[in-house]
T-cell receptor, first 116, second 111 residues
Framework: EAGVVQSPRYKIIEKKQPVAFWCNPI?????LYWYRQNLGQGPELLIR????????DSQLPKDRFSAERLKGVDSTLKIQPAELGDSAVYLC??????????????FGEGSWLTVV | SQKIEQNSEALNIQEGKTATLTCNYT??????LQWYRQDPGRGPVFLLL?????KEKRKERLKVTFDTTLKQSLFHITASQPADSATYLC??????????FGSGTRLLVRP
């Protein structure tokens, strides 16, 4: 079975440019997460979806970040405009249920963003 | 604010020895605690979950303890192998199922 698929794997953009990341979760997983991981740090949750609904977006910088999960499957995370401090790995993850202790969270390989 | 502390210095041990990694948390009372493994350039991989009413959990060569009084979890790998070399992330989970990850500890197992 395919894992969580993310693209692009690597992206280098100039500051103030837009960028978008795409995620396809594991089939049947209704909960989808976007995390950001800075170098040497642990992942930080940006947004969590249960089906199409964003149930926790408290950590998403809404002035420049947006996310959508149409039809409750694939998801896109967008940054516009990008800033130097946005350079990080953007990880998508998915789980069954509500992501509680009985539902293992599976991560994708991540999208590496460098803003120059 | 909630704070998760893991040793930022790499742990360097000889193959066959037991590796012990520490996770301390403050301003927080997680109901569960998870440990993940992360290899360079890859996403984290779930290893073990322990509940607040469990003192210890084992899986093959892995053992996790959870001391809610000390606000600490210990992660042990017995009979360590070079293939165990990776970064290990501690992630307490609160009652709303929100995970907060520590910054991880890098483990290096020398052959």
């Amino acid at each position: 079975e395919a894992g969580v698929v993310q693209s692009p794997r690597y992206k280098i953009i100039e500051k103030k440019q837009p960028v978008a990341f795409w995620c396809n979760p594991i089939s049947g997983h209704n909960t989808l997460y976007w995390y950001r991981q800075n170098l040497g740090q642990g992942p930080e949750l940006l947004i969590r979806y249960e089906n199409e609904e964003a149930v926790d977006d408290s950590q998403l910088p809404k002035d420049r970040f947006s996310a959508e999960r149409l039809k409750g499957v694939d998801s896109t995370l967008k940054i516009q405009p990008a800033e130097l401090g946005d350079s990080a790995v953007y990880l998508c993850a998915s789980s069954t249920g509500t992501g509680g202790p009985g539902n293992t969270i599976y991560f994708g390989e991540g999208s590496w963003l460098t803003v120059v | 604010s909630q704070k998760i502390e893991q040793n930022s210095e790499a742990l360097n041990i000889q193959e066959g020895k037991t590796a012990t990694l520490t996770c301390n948390y403050t301003n927080y009372s997680p109901a569960y605690l998870q440990w993940y493994r992360q290899d360079p350039g890859r996403g984290p991989v779930f290893l073990l979950l322990i509940r607040e009413n469990e003192k210890e959990k084992r899986k093959e060569r892995l053992k996790v303890t959870f001391d809610t009084t000390l606000k600490q979890s210990l992660f042990h790998i017995t009979a360590s192998q070079p293939a165990d070399s990776a970064t290990y992330l501690c992630a307490p989970m609160d009652s709303s199922y929100k995970l907060i990850f520590g910054s991880g500890t890098r483990l290096l197992v020398r052959p």
